[in-house]
């Protein structure tokens, strides 16, 4: 995966979210009572065949997988944000767990973005200058 795959924002230090990388605006209509659930079967649809080809094909590098997992434990740290008051307009104990969830989604990602830092330094002082260069290209 490269970064202009992934469009994490990596590749200058800023948000993985940051407007162009999740697509700019929404073509949805507002009134659209399909877009948001055809959305959500998507998003579930393409996790399930990222697995699919991880557990089936080895050939990807490190980077790559922990790039991937950090963009979208952001993605899924973002929509929890919208979900909690959503939720609890149905559920208050619904909300709070969704609370709960979002802060742990929220820590994940900062471990996930020291992973990747790590990742880079320990490529760099292996000697693996091929590897090396990829994370030049990636941090």
């Known amino acids: 995966m490269s970064t202009s795959d992934a469009s994490s924002g ?34 579930i649809s393409s996790a399930r065949h990222a697995l699919r080809a ?14 991937a997992v950090e963009v979208v434990t952001a993605v899924l740290h973002r929509l929890s944000e919208h979900f909690e008051p ?19 989604l929220e820590h994940a990602r900062a471990a996930l973005s020291e992973a990747r830092h790590i990742l880079s330094l320990d490529l760099v002082t292996s000697g693996d200058v091929a590897a090396a260069r990829l994370v030049a290209l990636v941090v």
Do not use: I, K
């Open 54 to 67: 991880v557990v089936s094909n080895p050939v990807y590098s490190p980077e790559a997988a922990v790039e």
């Open 10 to 43: 990596s590749e200058v230090g800023g948000d993985p979210l940051e407007a162009g990388s999740v697509g700019g605006v929404s073509t949805a209509a507002a009134e659209d009572s399909t877009a948001v659930p055809t959305a959500l079967a998507g998003l």
């Open 86 to 104: 959503y939720v609890g307009d149905y559920s208050p104990a619904g909300a709070e767990t969704m609370g709960r969830v979002r802060e742990s």
